[in-house]
């Protein structure tokens, strides 16, 4: 079966200061990924989606980056946080087979820049 | 541009049956999906419409109208449990393999005893 990893679960860091963020997905070969991130109460904001090793699609500029340096590993970045980085990141997979509009959620990781 | 509109809070009591209404613009359509978000948890998939007409998993069922651009997800049999956010989102045209969705704002719905 497949599980996708986030971590951390939560975060802590002062403005100015990098980030990074890791997922990884086990028991699937070439997913797509996707980072997400939900400010409270609201919806879902598609931030970065991945089809391959390398292959990056950025939906929302920021001060934010994303990385696939293995089929099933989907790092975010960012050198330097802004207060309005804060939010709840979630990691996303799917199958790479497309057909498919299902997505499985990773449990996100709950960032929180003072 | 894409837009989705559901509303943001529903309530209703125990073993009723409630509505969850979605309108969406978007530039071209694959079809249309339904999550559920428990607080402070990960969205879980719920449905996905591709063609117009009902679909039903147990207690939920979901609908999609493509001509009026709106779907709906209706719960039966609300359990305290249901509280918690449903999201529709749209799989846009150009999405392709991506599996790329395009998320509304949520609904919250809270069952109450």
């Known amino acids: 079966s497949q599980t996708i990893h986030q971590w951390p679960a939560t975060l802590v860091q002062p403005v100015g200061s990098p980030l990074s963020l890791e997922c990884t997905v086990e028991?699937?070969?070439?997913?797509?990924l996707y980072w997400y991130r939900q400010a409270a109460g609201r919806g879902l904001q598609l931030l970065f989606y991945?089809?391959?090793?390398?292959?990056i699609s950025s939906e929302v500029p920021q001060n934010l980056s994303a990385s696939r340096p293995q089929d099933r590993q989907f790092i975010l970045s960012s050198k330097k946080l802004l207060l309005s980085d804060s939010g709840f990141y979630l990691c996303?997979?799917?199958?790479?087979?497309?057909?498919?509009?299902?997505?499985?959620f990773g449990p996100g990781t709950r960032l929180t820049v003072t | 541009g894409q837009s989705l509109e559901q509303p943001s809070e529903v309530t209703a009591v125990e073993g009723a049956i409630v509505q969850i209404n979605c309108t969406y613009q978007?530039?071209?359509?694959?079809?249309l999906s339904w999550y559920q978000q428990h607080d402070g948890g990960a969205p879980t998939f719920l449905s996905y419409?591709?063609?117009?007409g009902l679909e039903e998993t147990g207690r939920f069922s979901s609908f999609l109208s493509r001509s009026d651009s709106y779907g709906y997800l209706l719960l039966q049999e609300l359990q305290m449990k249901d509280s918690a956010s449903y999201f529709c989102?749209?799989?846009?045209?150009?999405?392709?393999?991506?599996?790329?969705?395009?998320f509304g704002q949520g609904t919250t719905l809270q069952v109450k005893p």
């Open positions: 978007t530039s071209g359509f694959y079809g």
């Open positions: 419409n591709a063609l117009d």
């Open positions: 996303a997979w799917s199958p790479g087979t497309g057909g498919t509009y299902e997505q499985y």
């Open positions: 991945s089809v391959g090793i390398g292959q």
């Open positions: 028991g699937t070969s070439n997913p797509n």
């Open positions: 989102a749209v799989s846009p045209g150009g999405a392709g393999n991506t599996g790329k969705l395009i």
